[in-house]
C-alpha cells in the first residue's frame, strides 16, 4: 500500500497520553506520522473529568474509554506503580476490576476498527490492552513500542504473565528503546530477535535547545520526574541537605501520589528556599527551566530510555545521572567533564534499594553534584560541540524514520 494512499495509523495507549514519556512518545508518533502524510487515530484511558487535555490530534480522531465513571469504576491501572496522578495499580486490580477493564477498551477499540479501517494498529506497552487488541484484530497489521515499565509489570505480577502473552506472543513487531531492553524483552515474551528492532526515543528539537546560562548565584539545579522512591527523589533531597557549603538552587518539577510524593515534599520543605517546588508542568514551561538550569540530576533507579537525559543535554545543563542501561545507551562511552554516571545501589524488587546501601548512593550523588557545582561556577557554559551529533541522533524525527521503516515493512 502506497503511503501516498492515506494510510492509516491507528494509536493505542491503554493511559493518559500526557503526563509520562510513553505518552510524549505517542504524541511524537501522531505528529511526525501526521507530516509525513498519515492519516492517524487514536484511542487511550482518560479520567472522566480530564479528557479535553488531548489538544495533538483532532476531537473527532479519538475513541477514548473514561475511568473513574461509568466505563471503569476504579482510577486509571498505571504502567508504573505511582503516577503523576490519581491511578490504580495493576497488581491490585481484582478479577471482576480486571474483566471490567477488558470489556471497556474491547467496546472502543472495535468502535475505533470499525469507524477509523486502519491499515496499521501501533500499540504501546507489552501489556493488557495491546494482547487484548491483537487478540481482537489478528488481521491487521499490529507494532507494539516497548517503554519498559511494562517489563517490570510482567515481573511484579506474575499472575497476568499469561493474559498478557496470550495476545502479545502475536504482535507482529516490537518496538525496543535499546539494545539492552530488545535482550530484556526476548527474555521475558519469548520473542524471536528478528521481531524485536531498537529504534530508540526522541526529544523536541523545537523545544530543547540551549541558551547562555544566567550567572551562577546560585547554581541552579534540576530534577524533572514523578516524585517516587522509583526515581530517587528522597535519596537526592538528602544528598543535597548535606551541601551546606555550596551556593545552590534546585527545581523540583513533576507530580506523583501517596506516602511517596508526600515524602518528597516534606524533605523538599525542610530545606524552604533552597527548593523550588513546581509541580507538573507542560512541555514548554519544562524547556525554559532547563535552558535556565546548570545542572540536571536523575537519581532514577529505573528507566526505559531516559529521554529527559537528552533534554536536559539539549538544554546545555551538564549531567548527574545513575549508571543505568538507558543512560548509557544515550551516552555511550562518551567521556565528559559535565557528565557524572553515578553507581546505581543494589537493588531488591527492581527499584528499592538495600538499607545498607542507602547511605554510600547518598554520598555518591553527594559527591558528584557538588563536583558540578564546583565545576558550573567556574564554566556555567558547556561546549556541546563533541557531542552533538549524538545528540541530533535522538530527534523525534529520526526516530519516526525507523518506525516509518517499520511501518512499510508490515504492509509488504
Not at 544566567?214 to 530517587?232: C, D, F, R, T
Not at 527523589?233 to 511517596?260: F, M, N, Y
Not at 564554566?379 to 529520526?398: A, C, E, H, R, V
Request: aromatic share 8%; charged share 25%.
Amino acid at each position: 500500500m502506497s503511503k501516498l494512499k492515506k494510510t492509516k495509523i491507528l494509536h493505542l495507549i491503554s493511559q493518559r497520553p500526557s503526563s509520562t514519556g510513553s505518552g510524549m512518545y505517542v504524541q511524537a508518533m501522531i505528529r511526525e506520522a501526521g507530516m509525513c502524510g498519515y492519516d492517524n487515530f487514536l484511542v487511550a484511558g482518560v479520567h472522566s473529568d480530564d479528557y479535553n487535555e488531548i489538544d495533538f490530534i483532532e476531537q473527532d480522531k479519538t475513541m477514548l474509554v473514561k475511568f473513574h465513571n461509568a466505563d471503569v469504576s476504579h482510577h486509571i491501572p498505571g504502567m508504573s506503580d505511582v503516577m503523576p496522578y490519581e491511578s490504580t495499580r495493576f497488581c491490585d486490580l481484582s478479577e471482576e476490576e480486571l474483566y471490567k477493564y477488558e470489556m471497556a477498551f474491547s467496546k472502543i477499540l472495535q468502535k475505533a476498527v470499525k469507524k477509523f479501517k486502519p491499515d496499521i494498529i501501533h500499540s504501546h506497552h507489552l501489556w493488557i490492552m495491546s494482547s487484548l487488541a491483537r487478540q481482537l484484530f489478528p488481521k491487521i497489521p499490529f507494532i507494539t513500542s516497548c517503554h519498559g515499565t511494562d517489563l517490570r509489570q510482567f515481573q511484579n505480577c506474575p499472575h497476568l504473565r499469561k493474559r498478557v502473552l496470550k495476545g502479545c506472543e502475536q504482535i507482529d513487531i516490537v518496538l525496543a528503546l535499546s539494545k539492552d531492553q530488545k535482550k530484556e524483552i526476548i527474555r521475558l515474551y519469548k520473542f524471536k530477535p528478528e521481531k524485536v528492532i531498537v529504534v530508540g526515543a526522541g526529544y523536541n528539537h523545537d523545544l530543547f535547545y540551549p541558551e547562555i546560562k544566567p550567572k551562577p548565584n546560585p547554581v541552579q539545579l534540576i530534577y524533572a520526574g514523578k516524585l517516587s522512591n522509583a526515581k530517587g527523589v528522597p535519596w537526592l533531597l538528602r544528598a543535597l541537605k548535606e551541601i551546606s557549603s555550596q551556593d545552590w538552587q534546585l527545581q523540583l518539577v513533576g507530580s506523583g501520589t501517596g506516602e511517596e510524593k508526600e515524602l518528597c515534599l516534606k524533605l523538599a520543605e525542610e530545606m524552604e528556599d533552597k527548593v523550588c517546588i513546581h509541580g507538573a508542568i507542560p512541555q514548554e514551561n519544562l524547556a525554559e527551566l532547563m535552558r535556565c538550569s546548570h545542572i540536571f540530576i536523575l537519581p532514577s533507579f529505573y528507566e526505559g530510555l531516559a529521554l529527559v537525559i537528552l533534554e536536559a543535554l539539549a538544554s546545555g545543563c551538564r549531567i548527574v545521572v545513575t549508571n543505568l542501561p538507558g543512560a548509557k545507551e544515550i551516552l555511550g562511552d562518551y567521556e565528559a567533564d559535565f557528565i557524572n554516571l553515578v553507581k546505581i545501589p543494589r537493588l531488591r524488587n527492581l527499584d528499592q534499594p538495600y538499607k545498607e546501601d542507602e547511605n554510600k548512593f547518598e554520598q555518591d550523588l553527594n559527591k558528584a553534584i557538588q563536583q558540578q557545582i564546583y565545576a558550573a561556577k567556574e564554566y556555567p557554559q558547556i561546549d556541546l560541540t563533541s557531542i552533538q551529533s549524538k545528540i541530533d541522533s535522538f530527534t523525534w524525527t529520526g526516530v519516526f524514520e525507523k518506525v516509518e521503516k517499520v511501518y512499510l515493512q508490515s504492509l509488504n
